[in-house]
């Protein structure tokens, strides 16, 4: 199989969202299994939309520069 930024594309990573402190903060979509993947939004669904581009970018950046890409967590331990 080969591992290349379309196969990462497809993987389906676990998204965490979590309301903000305050209702003006927003909500905020991350990648546990990406550190630094994550972004901000006025609302869960403004905050899903945007996780996805964030997704895109850090996996583009990743396998551009040769940076290890870990898969799915959930997904390796939920194929046991």
């Avoid at 990573?13 to 903000?20: E, K, L, N, S």
């Avoid at 209702?23 to 994550?38: K, Q, Y």
Wanted: proline letters at 10%; one cysteine or more.
């Amino acid at each position: 199989m080969i591992k290349d930024l379309p196969f990462y594309l497809k993987l389906p990573y676990a998204i965490v969202v979590t309301p903000g402190e305050d209702e003006e903060d927003g909500w905020l979509a991350e990648i546990p299994d990406l550190p630094g993947c994550f972004t901000a939004g006025d609302t869960k669904e403004e905050a899903l939309e945007m996780i996805e581009d964030a997704k895109v970018a850090w996996l583009t950046h990743a396998f551009a520069k040769g940076y290890p890409i870990p898969e799915p967590q959930w997904a390796l331990h939920s194929s046991k």
